[in-house]
């Protein structure tokens, strides 16, 4: 299962976590879209 930029916004912590528990996306995945829309939001 790909997630976009977008359905990880949308999730909250507890939600992510599921996510990663049942290894439908990796953390490092999730931290790279963390720091892409940090990017994009401070430009």
């Known amino acids: 299962m790909t997630l976009s930029l977008k359905d990880y916004a ?3 912590g507890l939600g992510l976590a599921a996510l ?3 290894r439908q996306v ?4 999730l931290v790279d ?3 892409a829309r ?3 939001l401070d430009s």
């Not at 990796?26 to 995945?29: H, I, T, Y």
């Open 26 to 29: 990796r953390p490092l995945k």
């Open 20 to 22: 990663v528990r049942a």
């Open 10 to 12: 949308g999730s909250d």
């Open 38 to 40: 940090i990017e994009r």
């Open 33 to 35: 879209a963390a720091i």
